[in-house]
Nanobody
Framework: VQLQASGGGLVKAGGSLRLSCAASGYSFAAYAVGWFRQSPGKEREKISCVSGTGRAYYLDSVKGRFTASRDNYNGTMYLQMNNLKPEDTAVYYC?????????????????????WSQGTLVTVSS
């Protein structure tokens, strides 16, 4: 099982980046997938989840700016990030739920995602 995140980089405020995550070694379409980020000194937070059928959910602070999607045929997920802000600076991760196709929720939601990528750094300059 492997998830490989890519696409991070340095961008000015107001700019855009597209993150990709390639999954292999398991039934990608059968599980919800999520995007997470962690800033220095802060806990990792879930910013988006996409169910197995493609329904997407977002953290309030990224709604209207970020769009998550998935390509079940190719085992890939994406995070299009527009109008980036300095507070979006973080290491971004993709992950797959261990429960099934629905997006898990709750206070311990990070523990419900069992397959993780390495991080990709996004830096937004002001």
């Amino acid at each position: 099982v492997q998830l490989q995140a890519s696409g991070g980089g340095l961008v000015k405020a107001g700019g855009s980046l597209r993150l990709s995550c390639a999954a292999s070694g398991y039934s990608f379409a059968a599980y919800a997938v999520g995007w997470f980020r962690q800033s220095p000194g802060k806990e990792r937070e879930k910013i988006s989840c996409v169910s197995g059928t493609g329904r997407a959910y977002y953290l309030d602070s990224v709604k209207g700016r970020f769009t998550a999607s998935r390509d079940n045929y190719n085992g890939t997920m994406y995070l299009q990030m527009n109008n980036l802000k300095p507070e979006d600076t973080a290491v971004y991760y993709c992950a797959s739920s261990g429960l099934g196709s629905g997006c898990p929720a709750g206070n311990q939601v990070l523990n419900l995602f069992t397959r993780w990528s390495q991080g990709t750094l996004v830096t937004v300059s002001s």
